[in-house]
């Protein structure tokens, strides 16, 4: 079994099946805008050989913490893999992925990338510009490697600027002093830009190819990299969890984003906002747990 064996009517018909599921999580509240969307919400995009889509596929929606495996892959490319490890750990986390806790006892240095910690350290490798013009730079070469046409969201960005997230806040004086980063300001900033870039679930499935299959301008050992970093880290605490479940790289966002990458395949999109107590998308785990299952996709099968 394969992804390109997928079906348009069991997707339509897994879709129907998880809609309940999105009655069971809540929406985050202290991001106002993420906090008015409507729950029922539900999209997938596949793509294989062919594209699949199923559900409300026209509704954009911002990525949070979608974005950052490819943030990752992004510095991975600029400034090479030695440098991005003396910035960012590569182990897993049990805690919640805005531990300040957990940086305390690893004395300031992030366990890894796919957590707030480790994503605010890394823009420290960004060039010392404005967050503005670093989010462009980024976006750019997102938009060109993936063929996507993900936007910055101005009015998501005013939501999360308008109730100043002092947890991120502390993260970052904690890598000051660990001189990771120099400055707060630039970091959060920087951070909260990259969070509220905005596509479609084509956009965000067509972000997934980018680790999935080779690609011209991405290292293949990057791309390996970046996905053995989603698969132990990417669901944060249930990480473990999913690995053994569903068995993919998969990286989920407050937004109810959730992407899984089938390797040498193609990649699954999942958008549905209400989340658990994690912070990832119910009905999205479920329906990654569901095509994961039915085809056969898991990377140890
Ligand atoms: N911007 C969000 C935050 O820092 C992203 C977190 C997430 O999606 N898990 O809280």
Redesign the pocket.
Same mark, same amino acid.
């Given at each position: 079994m394969a992804l390109a064996h997928l079906t348009q009517a069991d997707l339509d018909s897994w879709v129907t099946q998880a809609r309940r599921f999105t009655l069971q999580g809540r929406l985050p509240d202290?991001?106002p805008q993420l906090a008015q969307v409507d729950p029922r919400l539900l999209a997938v995009h596949t793509i294989a050989d062919e594209s699949l889509v199923s559900g409300d596929f026209a509704q954009p929606f911002v990525l949070? !913490?979608v974005i950052k495996p490819f943030l990752l892959l992004f510095l991975l490319e600029q400034v090479g893999s030695d440098r991005v490890f003396q910035q960012v750990g590569t182990e897993p986390s049990d805690q919640p992925?805005?531990s300040i806790p957990q940086l305390k006892n690893d004395d300031g240095f992030p366990r890894n990338p796919m957590i707030?910690s480790g994503a605010i350290a890394l823009t420290g490798l960004m060039p010392k510009t404005s967050g503005s013009e670093r989010c462009e730079a980024f976006r750019r070469w997102l938009n060109e490697c993936a063929q996507t046409q993900f936007i910055l969201d101005e009015k998501a960005l005013a939501s999360?600027r308008s109730l100043p997230?002092q947890t #991120?806040r502390a993260i970052a004086d904690l890598l000051v002093q660990r001189e990771l980063l120099d400055r707060v300001d630039l970091a959060i900033d920087t951070? #909260?830009q990259l969070?509220c870039l905005s596509g479609t679930i084509a956009d965000l499935a067509q972000l997934g190819s980018l680790l999935a299959k080779p690609h011209k301008r991405i290292s293949p050992i990057h791309q390996q990299m970046v996905s053995a970093l989603m698969l132990t880290c990417g669901l944060y605490e249930v990480s473990g969890k999913f690995a053994v479940r569903v068995g993919l790289p998969m990286k !989920? +966002?407050? !937004?109810g984003a959730l992407l899984a990458i089938v390797p040498k395949q193609g990649a699954i999109a999942c958008y549905s906002p209400a989340i658990d107590k994690v +912070?990832n998308s119910v009905a999205g785990l479920f329906l990654v747990e569901k095509l994961a299952q039915e085809l056969e996709l898991s990377v140890f099968r």
């Open positions: 202290y991001i949070m !913490s992925f805005h707030n999360v997230n #991120n951070y #909260n969070c !989920s +966002g407050v !937004s +912070g």
